[in-house]
């Protein structure tokens, strides 16, 4: 079984949103093994977006995901990284599905709601950066 770690980011969290999208994870399937409220620090966010160092939009992601508090959350089913994601809806939301969460409640791609793992080992790598005790 995979596991993926999904993070309501800032405008989902300040929304009153987190609910509704953590029952959208649970519907498709997915199984919580860990959830906590948090805020980001700038350490962790650099970590987390390690790979997206050298993109123009680094600092506006890290700053970004600092701003608020969030809810980290590792669900864990077969298949998980493609499930959340297909629940979750294409990067720019303008571009999502209507029925997805970004294409549901989300205009840019800035603030797109949620953040979800892209592979198995980087769902692996980014629920031990969040939750070091799974
Ligand atoms: P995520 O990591 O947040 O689940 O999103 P993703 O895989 O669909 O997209 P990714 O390529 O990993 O990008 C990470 C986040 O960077 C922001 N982004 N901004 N300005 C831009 O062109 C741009 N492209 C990406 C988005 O907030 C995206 O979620
Ligand atoms: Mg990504």
Known sequence: MEKTLILVKPD????????????????????????????VTEDLAKQHYAEHTERPFFGELVSFITSGPIIALVFEGD??????????????PL?????SIRGDFAIAVGTNMVHGSDSPESGIREAGLFFPEL
Do not use: C, P
């Open 79 to 92: 298949n998980a990284i493609k499930a959340a994601r297909q629940v979750i809806g294409a990067t720019n």
């Open 95 to 99: 571009e999502a599905t209507t029925g």
């Open 12 to 39: 989902a969290f300040a929304r009153g949103l987190s609910g509704e999208i953590i029952a959208r994870f649970e519907r498709k399937g997915l199984k919580i093994i860990a959830a906590k409220h948090m805020t």
